[in-house]
């Protein structure tokens, strides 16, 4: 029969079994249970962020909708090129004082 451990009564080999299925348990515990807990509380971390952004993005749509519109304004008040060809006689004497008065108006 096992030896009995001085005046407890249990057997000798039943605690080195508890001893041993304590350990292992440990090593459970401190090579699957945490590193799964810390990954996921960076997975829930990672999902709120992408939540709030998500959220952020839904309110802020029609700012930027608006932005576009207002974006799309600006581009047509933009003057057109006039049709290419010879300039008449006429208008070409009075090029020299309508560039002067133009950079007059703009300091140069």
Sequence with gaps: MDKLKAGIGIPQK???YIGMCLI?????LLGAILPMSRTMTELD?????????FEEQKTLA???QTLKAGQDEKASAILPMPPKGKLPQAKINT????????AKMSGM
């Design 62 to 64: 029609p700012f930027h």
């Design 24 to 28: 292992g348990l440990a090593i459970f």
């Design 95 to 102: 090029l020299p004082f309508i560039l002067g008065n133009a």
């Design 45 to 53: 971390a990672r999902t709120a962020a992408t939540q709030y952004r």
């Design 14 to 16: 039943s605690i080195i």
